[in-house]
């Protein structure tokens, strides 16, 4: 049920911010790859809030990381992890110029700072 939510808050940033139109955009966002891990129990009828922030951000490629957060709490009960590869919608290949300016302009705005450590 999780996952489902991950791939919701996703697809509302790239519709909202990204110019992203599923159903007709030239590109479309395959997952590759996904994985949630659960560091303390949400018991029902808990509402949960969801942080979204774009971890790498390759030619094609993206990885957000995800935080789930029981509302009013500052603790955080999973991270998420889910993989983008943008291809064309007909061929399903990435394109020789990666995923569109405005995909990757909307992208950056969530790109996590690298630690300086």
């Given at each position: 049920m999780i996952m489902s939510r991950f791939d919701s808050v996703v697809n509302t940033y790239l519709i909202q911010h990204c110019s992203l139109h599923p159903p007709t955009s030239p590109q479309i966002g395959l997952v590759v790859h996904s994985h949630c891990d659960y560091l303390a129990p949400v018991e029902f009828p808990s509402?949960?809030?969801l942080a979204l922030r774009v971890n790498k951000l390759g030619k094609s490629s993206v990885t957000y990381e995800i935080g789930?957060?029981?509302?009013g709490q500052e603790e955080v009960k999973a991270v998420g992890e889910f993989v983008h590869v943008f291809v064309d919608r007909d061929s399903r290949r990435p394109g020789k110029d990666g995923?569109?300016?405005?995909?990757?302009?909307g992208l950056e705005k969530l790109l996590a700072e690298k630690s300086k450590l």
């Open positions: 509402v949960v809030d789930v957060f029981e509302r995923m569109s300016g405005e995909l990757k302009t």
